[in-house]
């Protein structure tokens, strides 16, 4: 941008900053005038006399102002009120003494005139009752002139943000690439999300939703990735594959180089799995004018402008949510889940000893597994210990603590780590004719949601 340009710019910002002021100061009258009309509309109205008027002088922060000023009496229920206010409008100081006088120039002394008074407190009075809409018309007006002088200020920041922000709210993801890089064209749907280029290089986001409680991993997005590099390319050699931490983000790295045609190519990718989200940024230009330390660098650049819009969600919370009971015909039990909870598809593979699972929008998974009891009804401890092996749980686990519970119904909870992660379960398990059946809720252990679900 031209100094004659810039110097431009800078004269019209200093421009709009007085046409702020004065729509805030509009917002501000119109607000006060909205809630003297609201207050004043149910009024009631009687007869009073004007005793007298006048104008008050006084210095105020060095400056001399004149306030106008009239006394009435006016009758309620017998009793004898004396009022001072005209309206709000003319409640203000004024800084000449004739404009003051003009304001209470129709009030004479000893003429009678409408006074507006408070039922609820008659002593609370006014000549002339505020008017709400002209106050709505005014925050209107104030509020107009803001929104217009905040979006010329903002207009080249917004054009230069439009041209590098990509937003997908369905993958729950943002990008925003750094300066001097430009978006190309999408190009159908089989190649990435978005994709930005400069010179010899690019970069591209890979996004995808899993709809199933078998969460993809990190590793599985590489590996996905890498069969990709080697199904359109002639020969490739995969340099580096690791576990890696960019910005707090846990993922897998990749560096791979391929021969494509005649040329060679040097691919560097960040792979990224979270609930249920798989998400891939990868690097990439011809070796020759792309060096290693150059693509990381790019790399580890745009992994720390990638945003993920709300962390907490779910790659499921696609799915309908439920609204109608699960009924078991086998079993003969009626399950009612709340708001929330939307149907786990694969429960069947996922967890084949289950009749029935859910998936909570709050990052927890329920699920339903009754047994029939052998005649004899074995002890309640026998067939809790049964069914924690489903879940790889030993009875005499120190984590496992009984939780209170009624009398047809034991409950426990039980904590324990995979990785760096720690999740916890709350059990429950119901005894009914002949049946038994434990109701499994598990999240992350400190999801505050995990005991109120149930």
């Not at 939780?403 to 398990?429: C, D, I, K, Q």
Request: charged share 25%.
């Amino acid at each position: 941008m031209s100094q004659e340009k810039k110097n431009t710019s800078f004269l019209v910002y200093l421009l709009l900053i007085p046409a702020i002021v004065g729509g805030f100061a509009l917002i501000r009258d119109g607000w006060k005038e909205y809630e003297f009309g609201q207050e004043t509309a149910s009024w009631a109205k009687t007869t009073g006399t004007i005793l007298k008027k006048g104008v008050l002088d006084s210095d105020r922060s060095g400056r001399h102002e004149f306030t106008p000023r009239v006394t009435y009496t006016y009758d309620v229920g017998g009793r004898t009120h004396e009022g001072h206010v005209i309206s709000r409008e003319l409640a203000g100081r004024y800084p000449s003494r004739r404009e003051a006088e003009a304001q209470i120039e129709a009030f004479e002394p000893g003429a009678d005139v409408d006074v507006y008074y408070d039922p609820d407190s008659p002593s609370r009075s006014c000549l002339v009752p505020g008017d709400h809409g002209d106050g709505i018309a005014f925050m209107l007006t104030g509020a107009g002139i803001v929104a217009i002088a905040l979006f010329i200020i903002s207009l080249p920041m917004l054009k230069g943000y439009l041209r590098r922000q990509f937003v997908d709210r369905r993958l729950n993801i943002a990008l925003k690439a750094p300066w001097g890089w430009r978006r190309l064209p999408a190009s159908g749907s089989s190649g990435p999300l978005v994709a930005f280029a400069r010179k010899h290089i690019r970069c591209a986001l890979n996004a995808a939703a899993a709809d199933r409680d078998v969460l993809p991993s990190a590793d599985t997005v590489a590996t996905q990735r890498l069969d990709i590099i080697a199904e359109y390319s002639t020969s490739h050699e995969v340099l580096t594959r690791e576990p890696a931490l960019i910005d707090g983000r846990e993922g897998v790295l990749i560096e791979v180089t391929a021969r494509e045609n005649k040329s060679e190519f040097l691919y560097t990718g960040f792979c990224m799995a979270h609930r249920g989200f798989r998400r891939e940024l990868l690097v990439y230009g011809k070796k020759k004018s792309l060096s290693r330390r150059q693509a990381r660098e790019t790399l580890e650049e745009f992994v720390r402008r990638l945003q993920v819009l709300e962390p907490e969600r779910f790659s499921y919370q696609a799915l309908p949510p439920v609204t109608k009971p699960f009924v078991s015909k086998i079993y003969g039990y009626r399950f009612t889940p709340r708001k929330g909870w939307r149907r786990w598809r694969t429960v069947s593979s996922d967890l084949p000893d289950a009749e029935a699972g859910f998936l909570h929008d709050r990052g927890l998974v329920l699920s339903l597994l009754p047994v029939a009891l052998p005649d004899g009804n074995p002890p309640r401890e026998a067939v809790v210990a049964g069914l924690l092996t489903l879940y790889e749980v030993d009875d005499s686990d120190p984590t496992l603590t009984p939780l209170p519970h009624s009398s047809n119904r034991l409950a426990y909870r039980f904590e324990r780590t995979v990785g760096e992660t720690a999740y916890a379960y709350r059990f429950h398990f119901d005894f009914w004719q002949g049946v038994a059946c434990m109701a499994a809720v598990a999240g992350e252990a400190d999801n505050p949601f995990l005991d109120e679900v149930m």
